[in-house]
């Protein structure tokens, strides 16, 4: 049977029928509405206004490359100028092979990129080097938790330093379903209550952060990169297996089988979210060893080196994120000099920010 004729220029054969409206269009038009919705979201939710430098958190996967592509597309329109700003984590075997694919983009698209390092901005740790400290700690898992407040401070530290006034990243809404679906499990109302909205205005002296994939499904995001024939890197970090997100978005398949639009309905639902006064978090305070915008006496990347550097590194992960008050022994000599920890007492320099799950 011959695919039907496209519903918007009713020239071409449709090549998809869009996941969420089932309107058959061609890729060419499908591209073209996916970019309009794009701009859509990024105007009325008023995310990047005309003359913004905005720092797109690359790390050459599907969403941070369809972001960058449509960005770059869609920038005259905005008035905003666009840099690449890339985080690498210290992943063995993984992340220079994403680098690579996030230089081509930056190469492709005259787009100027910074990478920023988990070595240089933390003492010397990387996530390899985490991952070794906590694996005896019977907490494998928890490396997709340092990675993730680790990698959003690192992504403010490279925006500051290209001179961004505005962060973007890939997030999609199957992602964001994912995030609310763990807070529910995790019974985390303060992430709950922070979680609706397109993204964060800034407190504190952090810059604002937006998400303009929001309300895109990870499929239509698959279909523009496929249409588009952009080039990402598309393996698993090798530490993602056992993080507790996989349980998340195997929930959601199961959701999405009986109810098409269970993503977006979660998005939708944390954006209307609202907790009693007595359930409502306390409002954030300064870090007190950094000074950044903070829930507890220590903010979260604080908290996770601290452990690190103490050689404890459980007693920094758990419900609310806060380290315990209890000394602990040093860390154990580095196996090798390119595993070595920084300085004792986990200064760092570096503006603090929560974990981004």
């Known amino acids: 049977m011959p695919a039907p004729q496209c519903a918007s220029c009713h020239a071409a054969r449709a090549a998809l029928r869009r996941p969420r409206s089932g309107q058959a269009l061609c890729g060419a038009c499908f591209c073209s509405a996916f970019e309009a919705e794009v ?16 720092a797109v958190g690359a790390s050459g996967g599907k969403d941070s490359t369809v972001l960058a592509h449509v960005l770059r597309e869609l920038a005259p329109r905005l008035g905003v100028s666009l840099r690449l700003v890339a985080v690498d984590e210290g992943i063995g075997g993984y992340r220079d092979a994403a680098l690579a694919a996030v230089r081509r983009q930056a190469a492709r698209w005259d787009l100027p990129l910074t ?15 985490v991952a070794r400290s906590t694996a005896g700690s019977g907490r494998s898992r928890a490396c997709c938790t ?37 807070n529910f499990l995790r019974g985390d109302a303060g992430r ?6 397109l993204g964060s205005r800034g407190e504190g002296g952090a810059l604002p952060r937006c ?19 952009l080039d990402y890197f598309s ?23 009986a109810r098409p639009s269970a993503a977006l309905d979660l998005v939708h639902s944390a954006e209307r979210l609202a907790l009693a006064p007595a359930a409502r978090p306390p409002p954030p305070s300064a870090c007190s060893r950094c000074g950044a915008l903070a829930s507890r006496a220590l903010c979260q990347a604080c908290a996770l080196l601290d452990g690190l550097q103490r050689g404890r590194p459980r007693l920094a992960i758990g419900k609310g994120g806060g380290a315990r008050d209890e000394e602990g022994p040093p860390p154990p000599p580095p196996s090798d000099p390119g595993s070595a920890p920084g300085p004792a007492g986990g200064e760092c320099g570096a503006a603090c920010k929560e974990r981004c799950e």
């Open 39 to 54: 701009l859509h979201t990024v105007l009325a939710g008023r995310l990047l206004p005309p003359g913004a430098v905005v």
């Open 115 to 129: 990478v920023v390092a988990y070595a240089d901005l933390f003492g010397g740790w990387t996530m390899d080097a």
């Open 146 to 182: 340092f990675c993730g407040v680790l990698r959003r401070r690192a992504l403010e530290e490279g925006a500051r330093l290209v001179g961004a006034t505005h962060i973007v990243t890939g997030h999609n809404a199957d992602d964001m379903a994912e995030t609310v679906l763990m």
């Open 192 to 197: 709950l209550a922070r979680g609706g909205g």
């Open 211 to 229: 998400r303009p994939l929001q309300l895109a499904s990870q499929k239509e995001v698959v279909l523009y990169a496929h249409f588009r024939r």
């Open 235 to 257: 393996e698993e970090c090798v530490y993602a297996p056992e993080a507790f997100r996989g349980h998340a978005r195997h929930l959601l398949k199961l959701l999405e089988a």
